[in-house]
């Protein structure tokens, strides 16, 4: 007879859930309910579930939100994922081998899936691994996503996370030549990092986010929101540089498991030579000391230019490139292929911008 599994609201489990997740090696910040709280806080549909056996027991968990995924000026689409924010795919019991997950309980998570992805009326469902899961990369834990069957593509993406484990001299020894000179001089200049502790004062840095991030900021209120579900959980903490009687930079990471997570970190623009280097030496420090075998610095980007300097900074920590492994079913392909491909118009469009004008043949007299 085969075991029979039922699928739970997340609300109707909360303690149940905690304590699977806090006893769970591969689990991760995002795999707690404050990030429920957060997605909720910034207008998403909690849609998370666990599943129990026969017996009562939770066996899986999995983090599911609904929101609108904004594209486009003007456009936008429904989709359900496992977190916008963090990555963060479903959680099963570690006596359930991934590649050979029991078919009852396959089939009942793609049917709650199903269910909440039809009730929000999502245009696609998407879920995204971290790129380590416990002391390993995702690759090596799990399979790729054995679901085609189900009409679910497998999904990759490249992203930098810096080994730990060897100690902090060896972890500094990691760093780039730039990279070292940049954090000692900000030493040598007097710059520190402190645990920002100051709700207000974190909150009030959101104008430098927006002047950093410009169209890519996120929506007013976003810090304090972080602040009150995140941080105030102890999920996530919050530092800042500082030196000469300002903030210079602010970083957030996850500090939750095996691996922690670089997830915010932003400063003004005229910000001291050094404080952005010292801020992530510090996580990779911290996140050593804490016994941690990751920290993850996130995507790798090309594109555009701002996110591809970014990309080329995060380098210089001696990180590894690994793979996250995703999952997507389009559930209206319509929509969604247009806008994919008015995203790639403009983003053709902002290559060219981008390049100038054509350069003239021969020496352009």
Not at 18 to 30: L, Y
Not at 245 to 261: K, L, N, P, S, W
Not at 301 to 306: L, T
């Amino acid at each position: 007879m085969e075991p029979t599994f039922t699928c739970v609201p997340a609300t109707a489990c909360e303690a149940e859930w905690a304590a699977f997740v806090a006893a769970h090696p591969w689990a991760s910040a995002s795999h707690g309910r404050a990030l429920a709280a957060l997605e909720t806080r910034l207008g998403a549909t909690d849609h998370s579930f666990a599943v129990r056996d026969a017996a009562g027991a939770v066996v899986a968990v999995c983090p599911l939100f609904a929101h609108r995924q904004a594209r486009l000026a003007g456009l936008s689409l429904p989709v359900l994922t496992g977190g916008s924010l963090l990555p963060s795919g479903p959680l099963f019991a570690p006596a359930l081998a991934p590649d050979r997950l029991p078919r009852p309980l396959v089939t009942a998570m793609l049917e709650a899936v199903e269910a909440r992805a039809a009730a929000a009326d999502a245009a696609l469902v998407e879920c995204w691994y971290a790129l380590t899961l416990g002391d390993a990369p995702g690759t090596r834990r799990l399979p790729l996503w054995p679901l085609r069957a189900h009409g679910i593509a497998d999904l990759v993406r490249p992203g930098l996370a810096v080994p730990l484990g060897a100690g902090e001299a060896a972890l500094f020894a990691r760093l780039a030549s730039p990279c070292q000179r940049q954090v000692k001089r900000a030493g040598r200049d007097g710059l520190r990092v402190e645990p920002l502790t100051d709700r207000a004062r974190f909150v009030a840095s959101e104008p430098v986010r927006h002047a950093l991030l410009g169209d890519d900021a996120e929506a007013p209120g976003f810090l304090a929101a972080v602040w009150d579900t995140m941080v105030a959980a102890g999920a996530c903490e919050a530092w800042t540089v500082t030196g000469g009687g300002r903030d210079e930079f602010i970083t957030v990471a996850t500090v939750v498991g095996a691996t922690h997570y670089y997830w915010l970190g932003h400063g003004p623009a005229d910000r001291r030579p050094g404080a952005a280097n010292l801020a992530i030496w510090h996580l990779l420090a911290r996140a050593e000391a804490a016994g941690a075998r990751w920290l993850e610095l996130g995507t790798i980007d090309e594109w555009p230019p701002r996110m591809a300097g970014i990309t080329r900074f995060k380098r210089t920590f001696g990180p590894e490139a690994l793979y996250a492994i995703g999952a997507r079913r389009v559930r209206r392909p319509v929509p969604v292929a247009l806008i994919g491909v008015l995203e790639a118009l403009a983003q053709w469009r902002r290559a060219r911008r981008a390049a100038g004008p054509p350069v003239p043949d021969g020496d352009g007299a």
